[in-house]
């Protein structure tokens, strides 16, 4: 459960799973980019006839702005990612951690896979910092933060607009409208914290 992820030991072991994870160089045929994940689902949500949220288009402006403050260089470089670490996609097998559910994996920015077990699990300030330190093996400085925290945006904005995009192509009994509209509030009350722009100028120093 979330809960149990949010224990200091649990969480320790998964950030250490997903460093080695992350540094295992091993690698697949598919990339995984948050920014052009939600372009798609925007596309193909209208090609389906749904109206798209006005929240779309000023979350798309702070996704361009993310995306610029975060380059590409040093720990944004491409590496096997999971994107979808939900408690229930983390099983613990012994002393460790197994994950499973890859459907959505993909070459990509470990801080999505960061950010997207951070905001999906409830990770407070205290918690962010435990796992960022477990993770890199040093306390967290001002840039990590901030990666963190921009990249806890992304992970709203993907999940909002896959719920745009499922509200038209699924046939489960799903209010996928609440679930999209649950996603653009949290983000809109990250891109409206008085640190957003500290953020985006500590993520690219």
């Not at 459960?1 to 080695?20: I, K, M, N, Q, Y």
């Not at 939600?38 to 949500?45: D, F, I, N, P, S």
């Not at 702005?65 to 012994?94: F, K, M, S």
């Not at 002393?95 to 896979?113: H, K, L, P």
Request: net charge negative; proline share 2%.
């Amino acid at each position: 459960s979330e809960e149990d992820l949010r224990r200091p030991e649990l969480l320790e072991t998964v950030a250490e799973t997903l460093a080695a994870l992350h540094s295992s160089g091993a690698a697949v045929a598919v990339e995984f980019s948050a920014f052009r994940v939600v372009e798609r689902y925007e596309a193909t949500a209208r090609q389906r006839g749904a109206s798209i949220p006005a929240d779309y288009a000023r979350a798309r402006a702070c996704a361009e702005r993310i995306e610029a403050a975060l380059g590409d260089a040093g720990e944004h470089e491409p590496v096997l990612c999971h994107n979808d670490l939900l408690a229930g996609n983390l099983l613990v097998e012994g002393d460790g951690v197994v994950i499973v559910d890859w459907e959505y994996a993909g070459m990509g920015d470990r801080w999505f896979d960061l950010g997207n077990l951070a905001v999906n699990n409830g990770l407070g300030s205290r918690e962010e910092d435990q796992l960022l330190a477990a993770y890199f093996g040093e306390p967290p400085d001002d840039r990590r933060r901030a990666s963190l925290a921009l990249m806890r945006f992304m992970s709203d904005f993907r999940e909002a607009m896959w719920g745009v995009v499922q509200g038209t192509v699924s046939d489960l009994d799903f209010d996928f409208d609440a679930y999209a509209r649950e996603h653009f509030d949290r983000m809109a009350r990250t891109a409206g914290d008085e640190r957003f722009e500290d953020w985006l100028e500590a993520a690219g120093s």
